[in-house]
Structures are given as structure tokens and as C-alpha cells.
Nanobody, 124 residues
């Protein structure tokens, strides 16, 4: 079992920034691909960003490219999502997830463990 705990969400004005963190409970974290997903009210959960186990490759949905940055610190078992130039349409519950089977990182079905989510609200 892997426990994931997100933090860093909150209320911010459009154009502002937030940094989400996700702490994992296992040392094997360094062998997992990690991803961030979000779910807005009335919408399905969707891919935001992902990073390979060693951090060598990152992936983003087009709508956040140039504004969001995913990173990880394997020594701290933590993955981050730096969100800049936030827009009201970024409002959602953000979830981090662990991909332990080394499958495609952009597909939510390939993730085995999920955090409880953290609310991000961007006001206009």
C-alpha cells in the first residue's frame, strides 16, 4: 500500500500562484511514475501533469503548458506541482497518484494509488 497526502491547495486570485505537494509513504516512491489530475464540479477527472520515476521526463495537458511545472524530490518522497498564472478554469480538486506498473502516465486508469485531493479555487 502507498499512502499519498496532498497539501497546498487554497483560494487564489486569477494570475496568482500555488504550489501543491504530495507526500508518499513508501521509500519505493523513487521507482514510481507520479501524476497530478484534477476534477472540476460536474466534470470527469482529467490529466494535468506527470513525471517519470527519476524525473527525467515530464508531461502536461496543453492547457497548463508554460504555466504549471511538475517536479519531484525522491529523497523526500514528495512530488510537487507549481502552478503559476492561475485561471478560474483551473478551479478543481487536484489529486496526486502513483503509477507503480510503469504504464502510460497520461492515462488515469494506469494509476494504482490516489491521494484524497486538495481543493484549488481561482477567483476572477
Amino acid at each position: 500500500q502507498v499512502q499519498l497526502v496532498e497539501s497546498g491547495g487554497g483560494l487564489v486570485q486569477a494570475g496568482g500562484s500555488l504550489r501543491l505537494s504530495c507526500a508518499a509513504s513508501r521509500r519505493a516512491f523513487s521507482s514510481y511514475g507520479m501524476g497530478w489530475f484534477r476534477q472540476a464540479p460536474g466534470k470527469e477527472r482529467s490529466f494535468v501533469a506527470a513525471i517519470t520515476s527519476a524525473g527525467g521526463s515530464t508531461y502536461y495537458v496543453d492547457s497548463v503548458k508554460g504555466r504549471f511545472t511538475i517536479s519531484r524530490d525522491n529523497a523526500k518522497n514528495t512530488v510537487y506541482l507549481q502552478m503559476n498564472s492561475l485561471k478560474p478554469e483551473d478551479t478543481a480538486v487536484y489529486y496526486c497518484a502513483a503509477n507503480t506498473r510503469h504504464l502510460r502516465l497520461t492515462n488515469h486508469e494506469n494509476y494504482d494509488y490516489w491521494g484524497q485531493g486538495t481543493q484549488v479555487t481561482v477567483s476572477s
